[in-house]
């Protein structure tokens, strides 16, 4: 039997409603039809991808993952495209709202192990964003998802649904209106709602939260075919955008988390070196992932964080120092490098203090390499065109004081080292800068 009649067997027999139950929207109803993307390979596979990278390191029950995540972003498009047309009958098609809810649950189809973390050409031979996997996916002949997808909804909304990714006007002499892309994908898109909902709910960072069904209910269409939300819902979208900033600050800013994301890159950027050297043996999924420059849609879908995950006990003990160090954190949460601990450090004082700290760090039998740094952009809301507009055409930053704070960007750079020098080191540091930017916090 051939992998397509497989396919279309499992379509025969698994016809049928599901409810899912989710631990943020509680019960999810999902069509017949919807439930065959949801039950193929490809989407399955997002059970095995987690959210938040590697921020569970800081946040022990942030082990959610982008199955639970994609789940929540069509559900939320469905209640907003329903929302829509109840409130503007004949602003949405019901194949435009079906097609909504599908282009929301599939928009993280291509996301690789460990999510945007390993989105670099550090670790991938062949480096690919998760949008372009995600569409090559999504367009293969010989991925279970993309069989399906043309089965369910045919050549031509099919083509539809990709050009609604792609942010096009029309497609097939039909128009797409700009606020079916701007549900799926804008700065109060569902994708943002429901990822900053439950990020906070498994984090269990305490930082207020918003209200996203009023959020929704104070959406609407414009005559030019764009969101806007309605005065009364003012105070629900600072809320959003407070959270938001919130949880880049706490969570996914947090020093940890930063030194762990750049741990885990240089392990497998080490291992990638390793066995290109042919001094590293590696499962097949793995030399696919850092070698094979022609990886393939195939192969790259059977790439998962376990695969990763797998192999760093073993490399914890491997003869190569560089790359058991960095395995060896990782899987013990021992002997992590420590920030420098002064405010406001900025990308431009790191790069005075980093060559007068070197000589510390060498003298104490460290490299160069064990000064790990990492740069930390913030800016809570960007008004762009179409950015968050209100019903009086214009951005919510000019109705908000408080959204116009988090306009303001910040940066911050951070500077790890062996925690046997960061004394010293930063002593140096704080002789070098600003007395003004060099004191040391109280605790």
Not at 115 to 126: C, G, R, W, Y
Request: aromatic share 8%.
């Amino acid at each position: 039997m051939q992998r397509k009649d497989l396919i279309l067997d499992a379509k025969a027999t698994n016809m049928r409603d599901r409810v899912i139950r989710d631990e943020i929207h509680r019960d999810i109803f999902v069509p017949a039809h919807i439930a065959r993307l949801i039950d193929t390979r490809e989407f399955q596979r997002l059970r095995n991808i987690q959210q938040l990278a590697t921020c569970h390191y800081v946040f022990p029950a942030a082990t959610h993952n982008r199955f639970s995540h994609s789940l929540g972003a069509y559900h939320l498009a469905r209640v907003l495209c329903d929302h829509l047309s109840d409130s503007q009958p004949g602003i949405i098609s019901p194949e435009d709202s079906e097609l909504v809810s599908i282009a929301a649950l599939l928009h993280d189809i291509g996301h690789p192990p460990f999510s945007h973390l390993l989105e670099t050409d550090k670790v991938f031979a062949n480096f690919q964003s998760h949008e372009d996997w995600g569409r090559m996916i999504l367009e293969s002949e010989d991925t279970e998802i993309g069989i399906a997808i043309r089965e369910t909804l045919g050549e031509e909304r099919t083509g539809r649904l990709f050009a609604l990714y792609s942010g096009q006007s029309e497609f097939a002499g039909k128009s797409i209106a700009p606020f079916l892309k701007e549900i799926v994908s804008s700065q109060l898109d569902v994708d943002r709602m429901d990822y900053m909902i439950r990020d906070q709910a498994n984090s269990g960072a305490q930082i207020g939260g918003f209200d996203s069904a009023r959020v929704i209910r104070a959406l609407r269409v414009d005559e030019t075919g764009h969101l806007y939300a309605k005065n009364w819902g003012l105070p629900a979208i600072e809320a959003y955008l407070v959270t938001r900033y919130h949880l880049y600050n706490q969570v996914y800013f947090h020093k940890v988390n930063q030194l762990t994301q750049e741990y885990l890159v240089r392990v497998l950027a080490r291992a990638k070196n390793l066995a290109n050297e042919n001094k590293l043996n590696l499962s097949e999924s793995l030399e696919n992932m850092l070698c094979n420059p022609s990886l393939s849609v195939q192969q790259y879908v059977r790439l998962t964080d376990a695969d990763i995950n797998g192999v760093l006990m073993d490399w914890a003990d491997h003869e190569d120092i560089i790359l058991s160090g960095y395995a060896k954190r990782l899987v013990s949460r021992r002997d992590y490098h420590k920030s420098i601990r002064i405010g406001e450090l900025t990308a431009e004082m790191s790069s005075v203090v980093i060559p007068k700290i070197l000589p510390v760090v060498e003298s104490a039998g460290f490299s160069s390499s064990d000064i790990i740094t990492a740069s930390i952009r913030k800016k809570g809301y960007m008004p762009y065109s179409q950015g968050i507009m209100l019903e009086d055409g214009r951005d919510v930053v000019e109705h908000s004081s408080l959204i116009q704070s988090l306009t303001l960007a910040s940066e911050q750079a951070l500077i790890f080292i062996p925690e046997v020098v960061r004394d010293k080191c930063e002593k140096i540091a704080r002789e070098v800068i600003k007395p003004s930017q060099s004191r040391l916090p109280t605790s």
